[in-house]
């Protein structure tokens, strides 16, 4: 079991950045892919971005591919999405996510993840 809880979140003009951070309790933080992801008013959940365990592969969705990066620190359990250049329709209520099963290639589907933050809001103005 693990719980996870998003920050960061904050009003942005349109150009600017942010900094998402995702603490997680409990002491298998290391062996879950994490992701991110966003859902706006009237909209589906949709992908946005994941890292597996090691850092050492990466997803991304089309539309934040070269302005989102998604990091992680093991120790003490932390999953940031550092977002720049960010436009109106980066706004959402974005959450982090967990996946706790073994799996080679991330997902990018919300049916797979296990674990769910309560999300923060991101709101860009034009």
């Known amino acids: 079991q693990v719980q996870l809880v998003e920050s960061g979140g904050g009003l942005v003009q349109a150009g600017g950045s942010l900094r998402l951070s995702c603490a997680a309790s409990?002491?298998?933080?290391?062996?879950?892919?994490m992701g991110w992801f966003r859902q706006a008013p009237g909209k589906e959940r949709e992908f946005v971005a994941a890292i597996n365990r090691n850092s050492g592969s990466q997803r991304y969705a089309d539309a934040v591919k070269g302005r989102f990066t998604i990091s992680r620190d093991n120790a003490p359990g932390t999953v940031y999405l550092q977002m720049t250049s960010l436009k109106p329709e980066d706004t959402a209520v974005y959450f982090c996510a967990a996946e706790a099963r073994f799996v080679v290639v991330i997902s990018t589907q919300a049916r797979d993840y296990d674990y769910w933050g309560q999300g923060t809001q991101v709101t860009v103005s034009s």
């Open positions: 409990g002491r298998t933080f290391s062996s879950y892919v």
